[in-house]
C-alpha cells in the first residue's frame, strides 16, 4: 500500500505555496478584502506554474497529471485563501480536453492553461438548485438554439471571459462573454470568492459533449476541489489558532 | 407546583396593560419626544428602573421579580419601550448604585437613565480579552487628575459614546489582579481616538479606543484605588443576567420555525425533511428546558434563596442555543448564506439570518466567553478545583 503524495505531488504542491507564502503570507489576504476585481499580477504569476494544465494532455500541452494532483494544488489555494479562479480554469481546460470540439480546443486551451482567458462554471440555478438533475435552463426554440436566463452565484463571474454553462437534460454549453452575457455582482461572505448572478440574453451557446456521466464527474470534481480548498483553509485555521493558543498568556 | 400568578399580581398585571394601553402607540416609536416622554411617566408609576433611587431618576420599587417578568412580558406584547438601552444603564447605573459615591450617583446616573450619558465599557485590551487581569493600560494620579495612556478593543458602539468606565492599572507594582482601577472618563476630553472595526458581518458595531494622555478628575474613581477588579465583576453579574434571559431565543426558535415552512428544499418545505425536523426537535428542547429553568430561578428569586448551579448556567446555554438556531437557519437558507447579511432584493432577505449567524459565533465571547463560563460552572458550581491548580497536580 502506498497512500502518500508522490514527490512531484509534493513538488508541485510547494512552487504553488513558494508564490502564495510570498504574496499572500503573513496576513497580506487583508489587503483582497475590499478588492473586487481580480488582481491580475497576482493570476498571471500563479498561472505561469501552469497549474490550470494539470490535468490535460500532454499532447494538447498540459501537464497530464491526476485528479489527486490538481486536489493537493487546491489545497494549497485554500489554505491562502488564494482570491483566484485556478480551479474552474483548470477543470474547464480538462473539460474542454477531453469532450470539446477540435474548434474548441483550439480557440481555448492555451488561453486557459496560460491564464490569458478566465473560465467560470455557470451551474447554479434559484431555489438552490445547484445539481445537474435540478438545472431548468434550457435552449430556446428560436435564435439558433441561444441561452435566455439566469444562473445563480457563479464564482468569480465578473472576470470570466467564457462560462460552462449547466442545461437541463445533463447539457453543458460553452458560453462567450460579451453583451448577452450581462454579469450582476454580488456582495459575498467569503471576499476572496467573489460571486455573481449571470443573466444570459439570447447568448450563443456551443455544445460540449455532455451526457450523464460526463456532466455528473465534472460536478463530482468540482465538489472534491472545493472540498480540498476548504480542507487547507481550515488546517491553516487549526495551525494559527494553536500558535496563538501557544503564545498566548492569561 | 403552581405556576399562575397570585391575585395581587394578576391586579399588577391589569395595571400595567391598562398603563400601556392609554399612554403608548407603537406608530409614534420613532417620535423621541414622545418615547422620552413616555418613559418618563413609566418610571413615574414604577415600571421602569425599579431598582434605581427616585432620588437618581429611578422608579424606586421594593424587589419583586414577578413584577419584573410581568412588566417585561407586558412591555414587550405591546411593543413599549423598556429602559434605555445600553452600557450605561445596563451595567454602570447597578454598580455605581454599588460602589459610588453620592456624588458620583447624582452626576452620573440620572443624565444616564436619562439617555443623555451613552457609555462604552472600556475592558478587553489587544492580549487581555477573558483575561482582564493581564490588562496594560494605565492610569497615573497626578495632582488631582488621573491621567490615561492605553489601548482598548472590542469596545461596544464606542463611536456614539459620550463617556467610558474603564479598567485601568494603577498599581504598577501590585500583583495583576489588586492593580486595577475602576475610572470614568469623558470622551470629549483631548486625546481620546475611536476607530470603529469592520466586521465580518459587515457592520461596525465594535471599536478600538486610543487613550493618549487623556486626563479625568480624581473623583472619578468608582470605588477604591486597586479595587477595580471587585468593582468590575459586579458589572460582569449584571451583564450576564443580563444575557441570560430567554424571552428571545423563544422568539427565535419561532422565527426558525417560520423559516422552515415558507423555504424550499428540493421542492419540498425544509419543515417536511427529516433531518431538519430532527434538528428544530432538539432545539426545542434545549430552549423548553431554559424557559423553565428560568421559572424555576424566577422562583428562587422571589423566595431569596440563590439560584446556585442553576444561574451560572444561564449564559452559556443561552449561547449555545443562539448558535444552534442560527446555523440550522444559515442550513435552510442554503445559497442565500453565501451573501453579505446586507444584501437585500430579490433573495427575500433571508441573508438577515447571516447576522444572527455571525452574531451568535460573537455571543460565545461577549460578556464572559463561553469557555470561561465553563470554568466558572466547574469551579463554582460542581465545586471542582480551579483551573490553574489542576494544572499543578501531580
Redesign the interface.
Known sequence: MNFDLSDEQRAIADAVRSVLEDRLGDAKIGAYLERVELDEALWSEVCGLGVCGILVREASGGMQMDMVTMAVIAEVLGSYAAPLPIVPNALAAWLIDRSGSPEQRDRWLAKLISGEAKAAFAL?EA??R?LPD?WTLRRGESGGGSLTGWK??VEWGAAADLFIVGLSGDQLALVEANDTTVRHA?????RTRR?ADMEFRESAAQSIEGGAESVSQLVDALLVLLAADACGAAATAMSRAVNYAKE??? | MDLSYSPDHIDFQQQVREFLRKEWTPAKAGDRQYVRAFRAQATELGYLYRSVPRRYGGGEQPPDVVKAEIIREAFGAARAPMEVPGNGVALLTPTLLEWGTEAQKERFIPATVRGEYLWAQGYSEPGAGSDLASLRSKAELVGDEWIINGHKIWTTLAYTSTHMFALLRTEPDAPKHAGLSYILLDFKQPGVKVRPIRQINGQQEFCEVFLDGVRTPADWLVGERGKGWQVSRTTLKFERNHVGSSTRTVGMVKQLIKLAQRTKIDGRPAIEHEDIRQRLAVIEGYVEAQVWSGYHQLTLAGKQAPAGVLGLTNKLSTTNTYHRVASLAADIIGASALLEPKHEGDRGGAEKWMNQYFGSLGLSIAGGTSNIQRNILAERGLGLPRADQADREP
Open positions: 447554479g431555489e438552490d445547484w435540478t445563480r452565484n454580488l456582495d459575498s461572505v467569503d460571486l498566548r498568556k492569561q
